[in-house]
């Protein structure tokens, strides 16, 4: 037991248990996770300790970092609400869209560059009318919600359409109010923060 | 017999410092693949140099099933990219 490479191989496990905790993207740290519980079954192994390293091996390692890497993927998510139409011309013909107002395409990857700057993956869920994707906003179905037209009539009365942007972007939630209005720097888009209806539910 | 658990020693820091610099996913998996394999043979010829057949038996069982869940991973990862 008084060998010199078992020193060695315990200094091994809060090495990469150090470099875990300098990971930000959560996928990464899932990764090292998975070295770490190599490591760790090593030096439970070295260290005589066959159950716990077996334990470590399948729970640890093969067990937990599936389960996490389910519960990140499902959690780290922006659900974007777009017009059937809009999302079927955008996709069939990315260059028809007219010069004045950027197309949806475009606008789709605005979004992903915000979101993978965050670590965040961006869904998109197509409403048949804009009545159903307001609906889904409300029901907390989407996140954040996408149409060329305001939810709001009042809106449409506007006079000068030169100035109106062509874009009317929505959210229910305050945290990504907040990043996109600081990562959102096009003028042709119209970001409003709209408060979640009181359900008198306490979390 | 040390000697060589100690240059294998320093071969597992190699796919660690890869882990742990490279910012792609895909060489962060590989990394991952080479330490768990890395450390299982390690294992096993601990438990040969002890003549330790018990944490031998849970060298090959981690050799073989940590490979499993580096699979699953794997799959995960590649279908949120597809996306």
């Known amino acids: 037991m008084n060998d010199s490479y078992v020193y060695i191989i315990v200094a091994l496990l809060p090495l990469v248990a150090f470099m875990l905790m300098l990971q930000a993207n959560p996928y990464n740290a899932l990764v090292i996770r998975g070295i770490l519980g190599a490591v760790a079954a090593l030096v439970y192994a070295v260290l005589g300790a066959a159950d716990v390293a077996l334990t470590e091996a399948l729970v640890g390692t093969m067990l937990a970092i599936t389960l996490y890497a389910v519960a990140v993927r499902s959690s780290l998510v922006i659900r974007l609400g777009v017009l059937k139409d809009d999302w079927l011309e955008a996709e069939s013909d990315p260059d028809a869209a007219p010069v004045d107002r950027p197309s949806l395409t475009q606008l789709i990857t605005h979004f992903r560059t915000i979101a993978r700057r965050y670590h965040l993956r961006l869904e998109l869920i197509p409403y048949p009318d804009l009545q159903s994707l307001n609906q889904g906003l409300t029901e907390k179905e989407v996140h954040v919600t996408c149409s060329p037209r305001s939810p709001q009539p009042e809106h449409n009365s506007k006079t000068d359409e030169e100035k109106s942007p062509s874009y009317y972007t929505v959210t229910r939630i305050r945290r990504l109010y907040d990043i996109l209005q600081t990562e959102l720097s096009s003028p042709t888009i119209c970001l409003t923060y709209v408060a979640p209806p009181d359900t008198g539910e306490k979390h | ?83």
């Open chain 2, 1 to 83: 017999m040390n000697l060589m658990l100690i240059a294998m020693i320093l071969a597992l820091l190699i796919p660690i410092y890869e882990a742990w610099q490279d910012e792609d996913i895909w060489q962060k998996m590989l990394a991952f693949a080479s330490a768990a394999t890395k450390t299982s043979v390690m294992i096993l010829v601990v438990s040969v140099l002890r003549d330790d057949w018990m944490i031998g038996v849970v060298g090959v069982i981690i050799l073989s099933v940590g490979n499993a869940g580096l699979m699953l991973l794997a799959h995960l990862i590649k279908r949120m990219s597809e996306q």
